[in-house]
């Protein structure tokens, strides 16, 4: 379905599998993972690349990463100009 993030689609996926062993065990392991979904944390229904993961990551960390950045943009800049 457009506009479903890839890990909620596959927790409805795994939610509604026709064969009972793929589903979740139970109701508890549903909530969980569709916990992590709305937390913004890795589910356990999807299995996702290092980019997803990467993006993932950044959306719930965003503050700590422009801070690093901004960091090694003035450790940089001290290196190249001063030599230390």
Not at 13 to 25: F, G, L, Q, S
Request: aromatic share 10%.
């Amino acid at each position: 379905t457009p506009g479903v993030p890839r890990p909620l689609r596959a927790v409805c996926e795994k939610a509604t599998a026709e064969r009972p062993e793929d589903r979740y065990p139970g109701v508890l392991e549903l909530a969980a993972d569709a916990g992590r979904f709305l937390e913004g944390r890795r589910v356990e229904a999807h299995a996702e690349g290092v980019l997803q993961r990467a993006a993932r990551l950044y959306a719930r960390h965003k503050v700590a990463f422009w801070l690093i950045v901004a960091y090694l943009v003035v450790r940089g800049s001290l290196l190249f100009f001063t030599g230390r």
